[in-house]
């Protein structure tokens, strides 16, 4: 299958910028105390620090399903693509509660079982392996549907004791439960609604297969479309995000306000404004060539490799600035500290920022040997799970 370069570069685009997101968590000197979000606390520079950072998973999700489309053409074998998804999906998850979790954590106890992005993906994978006896039309409007109608389930009144919402719950929205002494199982990323980004990605993956100047119309539309519902939506203030916007102390707070919406789990308005800036970007990249696109297309093509590994650099370097800030292995708190002691310890944002563009840098390298080395042993199926 002939790789798009649209898809590389707009997933390579996000991958770099997920980095910083990260590393803002791991290291920046508020982040273990306040919330970015928050406009009691936060400043506009650390609010778009995180705000920008939106735009990753669900640009991720939805690449992973037309992703999945376009492999399933390229198989041209149903029971081969249903397997393929089925224990892909498998993979994913298992890979996230060992070695993203162990990478994340740095927990030898594994204190924090954390279902997040590449969890959620595996489960939707899992999801379209049993929906692929329908067509790509019919699983788009499955996806569209959860993404448009999960927030209404707040309007519908279960008891706090029901099973019904016992169960659901989980699925639809965050959720903590203890599962042995010590551990405890967090469900960062609610699969169903997130699934539904991926099934939408799936049955759009169909535009790919147009011609560049058609699909680059396409996805003009598409962005505008979802922008445009964002606006409205979020003006009438009724429906779409359970967190409305206010008028703040002044206009750039309130603007603050009208953009900040709910990523946990994504809400309608989440989804359309970052994937109608995805769609955009689709639009912008397709047919662009220059040296920066290169390079973001070097990110894009290894993206799991990417994730994976990531951690292990930064976490190390958290330690680093942790012993260099004076504290020692003694001082280590682990589970949601990631480690780091309580304190002050971590540093400031413009330090984040420095870091941030060393390891993008660094991994440019390594990502693209990856690259090349899968490219050229595509004999080694495995690779195709990595």
């Given at each position: 299958m002939k790789r798009l370069?649209?898809?590389?570069?707009?997933?390579?685009?996000?991958?770099?910028?997920?980095?910083?997101?990260?590393?803002?968590?791991?290291?920046?000197v508020t982040s273990l105390t306040l919330n970015p979000t928050d406009l009691a606390t936060t400043t506009p520079v650390l609010f778009f620090t995180r705000w920008i950072t939106h735009l990753c998973a669900p640009t991720f999700v939805?690449?992973?399903?037309?992703s999945a489309y376009l492999s399933m053409r390229a198989l041209n074998n149903l029971s081969a693509s249903r397997w393929f998804l089925l224990t892909r999906g498998l993979w994913l998850i298992v890979l996230e509660f060992t070695v993203i979790n162990?990478?994340?954590?740095?927990?030898?106890?594994?204190?924090?079982?954390?279902?997040?992005?590449?969890?959620?993906?595996?489960?939707?994978?899992i999801l379209l392996s049993a929906l692929m006896r329908f067509s790509p039309a019919a699983i788009g409007i499955i996806g569209v549907a959860i993404i448009v109608l999960h927030n209404a389930l707040a309007f519908i009144p279960?008891?706090?004791?029901?099973?019904?919402?016992?169960?659901?719950?989980?699925?639809?929205?965050?959720?903590?439960?203890?599962?042995?002494?010590?551990?405890?199982?967090?469900?960062?990323?609610?699969?169903i609604p997130w699934s539904g980004i991926l099934l939408a990605g799936f049955s759009l993956?169909?535009?790919?297969?147009?011609?560049?100047?058609?699909?680059?119309?396409i996805f003009l539309k598409i962005g505008a479309v979802c922008i445009?519902?964002?606006?409205?939506?979020?003006?009438?203030?009724?429906?779409?995000?359970?967190?409305?916007?206010?008028?703040?102390?002044?206009?750039?707070?309130?603007?603050?306000?009208?953009i900040n919406v709910t990523k946990y789990p994504p809400s309608l308005l989440f989804t359309s404004v970052t994937l109608g800036t995805m769609f955009l970007l689709l639009y912008f990249f397709e047919g662009m060539k220059n040296k920066l696109i290169d390079i973001l297309s070097v990110y894009g093509k290894v993206p799991l490799f990417y994730f994976v590994t990531h951690w292990y650099v930064i976490h190390p370097i958290m330690f680093a600035i942790v012993f260099l800030q004076g504290y020692t292995s003694a001082d280590f708190v682990f589970g949601f500290n990631f480690g780091r002691p309580k304190g002050e310890s971590g540093v400031e944002l413009w330090a984040i920022y420095l870091i941030w563009i060393?390891?993008?840098?660094?991994?440019y390298p390594?990502?693209?040997?990856?690259?090349?080395?899968?490219?050229?042993?595509?004999?080694?199926?495995?690779?195709?799970?990595?």
């Open positions: 370069q649209s898809i590389d570069i707009t997933r390579g685009l996000v991958m770099v910028i997920m980095v910083l997101d990260h590393i803002r968590d791991m290291m920046h939805f690449l992973s399903g037309a162990f990478g994340l954590w740095f927990d030898i106890h594994f204190g924090v079982a954390l279902f997040s992005v590449i969890a959620a993906i595996g489960f939707g994978f279960f008891a706090d004791d029901s099973i019904i919402k016992i169960i659901m719950s989980p699925f639809f929205g965050p959720a903590a439960y203890p599962i042995a002494p010590g551990t405890m199982f967090i469900m960062g990323y609610s699969p993956g169909r535009l790919f297969e147009l011609q560049g100047i058609e699909r680059k119309k445009a519902l964002f606006v409205v939506l979020r003006f009438i203030n009724l429906y779409g995000d359970p967190a409305p916007w206010s008028v703040q102390k002044n206009i750039f707070f309130t603007f603050f306000s009208f060393s390891v993008v840098a660094l991994f390594l990502c693209k040997w990856y690259g090349a080395y899968k490219f050229q042993h595509k004999e080694k199926r495995w690779l195709r799970y990595l």
